[in-house]
Nanobody
């Protein structure tokens, strides 16, 4: 099993920045790809960014150029640097991880609120 704990959420004004962290524990050696998702009020949970174990990244269009996903495999930590935040970025952000057996693990979520 893998446990994920996300931290770093909060309230920020539009145009501001926040950095989310996600600490992994348990069978971390089994972790392959890692992800950030978000769920806005009244909307389905959606993928935000993805990073492979080797560091290759992918982003959805609405965060390209503003968000940066990264990971520290030695520290078993995933990050999401969010810049130029917009009110529409308001959501609960979830980190997730897939292991080499394609099991998928979710963190508990952290609230981001962007005021206009």
């Amino acid at each position: 099993q893998v446990q994920l704990v996300a931290t770093g959420g909060g309230l920020v004004q539009a145009g501001g920045s926040l950095r989310l962290s996600c600490a992994a524990s348990g069978r971390v050696f089994r972790i392959n790809d890692m992800y950030w998702h978000r769920e806005a009020p009244g909307k389905q949970r959606e993928l935000v960014a993805h990073i492979t174990r080797g560091g290759r990244t992918n982003y959805v269009d609405f965060v390209k150029g503003r968000f940066t996903i990264s990971r520290d495999n030695a520290e078993n930590t995933l990050y999401l640097q969010m810049n130029s935040l917009k009110p529409e970025d308001t959501a609960v952000y979830y980190c997730a991880a897939a292991d080499f057996n394609t099991n998928y693990y979710w963190g508990q979520g952290t609230q981001i609120t962007v005021s206009s």
